[in-house]
């Protein structure tokens, strides 16, 4: 029974989905190990740790608060919580292990060389910051946003983790992309709930202003995304070159493509525009960033 439940708590909050989000910590780690000039493995453990670890609690909370709204909606009727394939209970043990987990993953940064007490400090504000999206669309249609900057904190909070709280313009551009980039395939995503959020007096930007202007939005959020991550060129160290350019216009056909999949006439492709491409973009771009430091240190 029990490895059962651990099998459907990992399939309710999706945990390959860690991809979205943890290549983009590691892309900031790199970059301040980098500039810091040494690697210390207390510090990549923690980041994995801390990754995993707050995004489980997340997922599992959102789930928790979402039960009654998705057992009325009939898209999401069959989701472990509402199904009756999970308890309450058991998911609330669950939400509470992964927070104290990452809050003791955070502590591993006073283990660092010098000690880093600052992942420690913030924890506990990143995880109330993180869990209270799932209300957010109970009063605000920019809930897009919110999720957005939830996983804003990834390279930022790995940066922190690494550097402390020096030298922040590369992991802020880097993390103000992924708030782009976030909040506009969740845009996306939410356009299969609109004429149910409408009924459900929840909001999203498609319940509101319907799904072709929604749409025109995420697309505008992914142009905003391409600007801040080619801005992030002129401000990384080491300096990114052709390599880290030609992986960009890679990204922008991989985020033409998802808007062709999508349109408001159209919306049997949903899940392909966001979970296939986007583990692609998110993946691929630190596989760039990995060329581009083997290339500047075998250059030096």
């Excluded at 900031?28 to 500039?35: C, D, F, G």
């Excluded at 058991?90 to 104290?100: D, E, M, P, R």
């Excluded at 976030?182 to 799904?211: E, K, N």
Aim: glycine share 6%; with cysteine.
């Amino acid at each position: 029974m029990f490895p059962s439940s651990v099998r459907r708590i990992l399939e309710m909050i999706r945990f390959s989905h860690t991809l979205f989000a943890l290549p983009f910590a590691l892309f900031s780690a790199v970059l301040a190990w980098y500039t810091k000039q040494v690697v210390q493995w207390v510090e990549l453990c923690g980041i994995l740790l801390c990754m995993v670890s707050a995004r489980s609690a997340a997922m599992a909370f959102n789930r928790l608060a979402d039960r009654d709204i998705d057992a009325a909606n009939p898209r999401t009727a069959g989701r472990h919580l509402p199904a009756g394939h999970l308890r309450p209970g058991t998911v609330w043990i669950f939400t509470v292990v992964c927070s104290a987990v990452f809050i003791g993953s955070a502590a591993l940064f006073l283990l660092a060389v010098p000690p880093n007490p600052w992942p420690l400090v913030l924890a506990v504000p990143v995880l109330v910051f993180i869990c209270a999206y799932s209300w957010t669309k109970r009063f605000t249609a920019l809930a897009h946003f919110w999720l957005g900057a939830s996983l804003l904190l990834a390279p930022l909070a790995a940066w922190i983790a690494i550097r402390g709280i020096e030298d922040l313009s590369a992991p802020a551009l880097l993390g103000l992309a992924v708030l782009a980039w976030v909040a506009g395939f969740d845009i996306i995503y939410s356009c299969q709930d609109a004429d149910f959020d409408r009924r459900a007096r929840l909001h999203s930007l498609p319940a509101r202003l319907g799904i072709g202007p929604a749409l025109r939005i995420a697309l505008g959020c992914h142009i905003l995304m391409l600007g801040l991550l080619l801005a992030l060129y002129f401000f990384a160290s080491p300096p990114l070159g052709a390599i880290y350019l030609a992986g960009l216009g890679l990204v922008a056909i991989l985020l033409l493509y998802e808007h062709s999949l999508v349109t408001p006439h159209n919306l049997t492709r949903v899940n392909q525009a966001f979970f296939q491409v986007n583990a692609i973009i998110s993946v691929g771009l630190l596989v760039v960033l990995l060329v581009e430091i083997a290339r500047a240190t075998w250059w030096e």
